[in-house]
């Protein structure tokens, strides 16, 4: 459920205990510039590795702030229609067809009609510049860089001015403009032009203490040592050459798989037979598993050993 419509954090330790409520727990760079872009109202770019926890902030967000969120999850090929508006084709036909069965031969008014609003389907970006009665939603914009530079160019109207414009009605300006959050996994480079319009900020992978926090926060009741092996196997994970590495929310699934089969620490086989869970890509898993596990565990465990 949605909590109830609260103000924006005044200070950037009151952005960090937001987040915290909502067991996000960031470090203070990110804090202070998702702080400074609620604070100015711009829109915040998020770059980093895929599983980091990009999007989750805007969820995260629209929870705290008790805010509806929106999300424009980009694709290649996304268009207006798909961003934005289109109209209703079959109940614009069937009112022209209405229309001439009535007699009606005033074919300035039958166009006023058919293109008023009542037949325009409004989609994420229209929904995001309208009044709310909960404030500003949050729009997330989900993965930027799937699509192409015509739709990049297309967003800077809606990021500069929180405007569209629909030719048949006019434009459309949010009266308060949404918190926007724009995530990115930088499999290719956004325009200059789209960056300039954002505060920005690069969510990497965190370090093994942080990610401690975050795994026993996500996941309750997951054994002291057990927590302790997977964050470090998996940190240690991340220095291999890896096609692509496990990010956060592989490790969470991880810790989850491991605590639904009850395991309470790490044994090579066990590794093995999960790295499923962890890595994507048959031939990182061809890499890790087997001898090349059972090495990055025994250095773990020396590691952990001699830490106590």
């Known amino acids: ?12 330790d009151e952005t960090l205990s937001l987040l915290a409520a909502a067991d996000y727990l960031a470090d203070r760079s990110l804090a202070t510039v998702l702080f400074l872009a609620l604070k100015m109202g711009r829109p915040l770019f998020l770059e980093g590795e ?44 069937i009112a022209i067809r209405l229309a001439e069965a009535e007699g ?30 909960l404030g500003a939603p949050v729009l997330l914009i ?13 967003l800077l109207e809606v990021l500069a001015d929180f405007q569209v414009t629909i030719p048949e009605l006019g434009t459309v300006k949010a009266e308060h403009p949404p918190i926007v959050v724009v995530t990115s996994n930088r499999t290719r480079e956004v325009h200059d032009a789209l960056k300039r319009r954002c505060l920005y900020h690069w969510v990497g992978y965190p370090n093994a203490q942080r990610e401690l926090q975050i795994v026993r926060a996500k996941v309750p009741g997951i054994a002291k040592a057990l927590s302790e092996q997977i964050v470090a196997f998996v940190q240690a994970l991340r220095k291999e050459d890896l096609f692509k590495a496990p990010g956060v929310a592989e490790t969470l699934d991880w810790a989850g798989a491991l605590t639904e089969l009850n395991v ?34 025994n250095a773990v465990r020396a590691e952990l050993r001699a830490a106590e």
């Open 50 to 93: 895929a599983g980091v926890g990009k999007t989750e902030i805007a969820k995260v967000l629209s929870a705290t702030l008790g805010r509806r969120l929106i999300r424009l999850q980009c694709y290649e090929g996304l268009d207006v229609a798909a961003a934005v508006y289109e109209w209703n084709y079959a109940a614009q036909m």
């Open 104 to 133: 009606t031969v005033d074919r300035d008014r039958v166009s006023h009609d058919i293109f008023s609003e009542r037949f325009l389907i409004k989609r994420p970006l229209l929904q995001a510049l309208e009044p709310d009665p």
């Open 1 to 12: 459920m949605t909590a109830a419509p609260r103000k924006l954090p005044a200070t950037i």
């Open 264 to 297: 309470v620490a790490l044994d090579p086989a066990t590794v093995s037979d999960t790295l499923g869970v962890l890595l994507k890509y048959q031939d990182d898993i061809a890499r890790i598993e087997g001898s090349k596990a059972k090495d990055l565990l």
């Open 142 to 154: 989900d993965e930027i860089d799937r699509t192409d530079e015509a739709f990049e160019a297309f």
